[in-house]
């Protein structure tokens, strides 16, 4: 069974810094992309930023310039490095990940969220 768990969320001032993680474990034969997503009261679902196998990645408009993500395809693991944060960037911030299990069964993953709240 593969899994995502997402951790590094809290309450931070404006301007002030975060670092997510997110973790893949189980069963796994290979990851494809690996992305962060986040959800602010009564909106939906964005995609922040993600990054391919590879390294190549892209991001939301609102993010570039302040956030990156990178990940360490051993540990199996995704960041996302939050620089100058707002008031908007407040939400629950989501893994994603499209994942090959050890059974080559192909899937797309989600972790449970962390919150992330940027208030003075």
């Known amino acids: 069974q593969v899994q995502l768990v997402e951790s590094g969320g809290g309450l931070v001032q404006p301007g002030e810094s975060l670092r997510l993680s997110c973790a893949a474990s189980g069963s796994i034969f290979s990851i494809n992309v690996m992305g962060w997503y986040r959800q602010a009261p009564g909106k939906e679902r964005e995609l922040v930023a993600r990054?391919?196998?590879?390294?190549?990645?892209n991001y939301a408009d609102s993010v570039k310039g302040r956030f990156t993500i990178s990940r360490d395809n051993a540990k199996n693991t995704v960041y996302l490095q939050m620089n100058s944060l707002k008031p908007e960037d407040t939400a629950v911030y989501y893994c994603?990940?499209?994942?090959?299990?050890?059974?080559?069964?192909?899937?797309?993953?989600w972790g449970k969220g962390t919150l992330v709240t940027v208030s003075s």
């Open positions: 994603n990940a499209y994942i090959y299990s050890g059974d080559r069964h192909y899937g797309n993953y």
């Open positions: 990054i391919s196998s590879g390294g190549n990645t």
